[in-house]
């Protein structure tokens, strides 16, 4: 065996087992069967493969508007946005039971989150809908995710889940994103056309050849997108640190199959998850303000602890949660980070312990001033 198949093998070998974060993406056409019903059977092993890992996992689950369309009549995928956000309203709780009940069976406990562009890419909504799947992932609980399509127009518009499943996997610093599809990973031309079709096993780069490799975007009543979309969510985890591996999930095990020599196509992350956030962190050149650190703060801090209240001395500049500010400690600027706080919630709070910060905002509290995922050190 190569280096490269040895590297491969040891990644795919991850999906059956290990403590790296893994996100698993998988499509409507996979959930769904041509009669518009959930497969549920399928479901029940994938959830069983996913409690027996052992490590932490968050599911990206397309099929609330393929669920709920039946109930307004449609036959195929709605074509008026009010019939998409319709229906997605009425297949998103039959969806959410199904995934849940799985879980149960299986020992597990699972929750429904619900995210729109906007989630990601306003900073203090991002902020928190991190610590609300940090916090489940900590007590052993399944996030099961959607687009919230019922309010969400983008996102009904475009239509797939791949690039949701990328930035999730981005936001929660994975290691691992499978993507469950109905082909079994990259191939240099279409197999269905040419039959002189070779499969790709390993992505080093996605270079503009490899994405000429895509194809149109396609939409067959169920399922939307297709490779190019598939491409664009690889390319956006492997530049956060994540492997990917594309591959089939029509067989009724594809979990089994695809932790050992099933066909698959991986993509080899760039860099270590944190290591690309950390050089993004430093990168950011406009702090909207300061905390002042304590000698024990900045140890901690140096050995991958969280800024926390306590060993916060003064805060300067008036700034927003989510906004960049400057560490500064016994000797000078240190370090940077994003406030997990706005500025006058943090004044109030210096020095405190964690325990009385709720008292003392009258509300509960948003945990470190600075998370460690948020902060780097100069």
Known sequence: MTTDEQSQASIRSQLAGGRELLVIKVGSSLLIDQQGRLRERWIDTLTGRLVARGGPVVVVSSGAIALGRDALGLSG???????????????????????AEAFTRHGGRAAQVLLSLWDLEHRPRYLNARATMEMLLEKG????????????????????????????A????????LLLSDVDGLYTADPLTDS????????????????ALAGPTRSDGVGTGGMASKLAAARIATEAGAHVVLGSGLTDDP???LSGDAPATVFIARSRPMAARKQWLKSLQQPAGSLELDAGALAALKNGSSLLAVGVQAVHGDFSRGDLVELVGPNGPCGQGLSGYRSEQARRIVGLNSNRIAEVLDEAGRGPMVHRDDLVLF
């Not at 008026?80 to 995934?99: E, K």
């Not at 002189?196 to 994405?211: K, P, Q, S, T």
């Open 141 to 168: 609980i399944v996030p099961v995710i959607n687009e919230n399509d019922t309010v969400a127009t983008e996102e009904i518009r475009f239509g797939d889940n791949d690039g949701l499943a990328a930035r999730v």
């Open 77 to 99: 995928r709605p074509r008026i946005l009010a019939q998409a956000q319709a229906a997605a309203a009425v297949g998103q709780i039959h969806l959410a039971r199904c995934w």
């Open 170 to 177: 981005q936001l929660l610093g994975a290691r691992l994103l």
């Open 255 to 257: 979990m089994g199959e």
């Open 196 to 211: 002189g079709a070779r499969h790709i096993a390993r992505v080093d780069e996605i270079n503009e050849e490899i994405e």
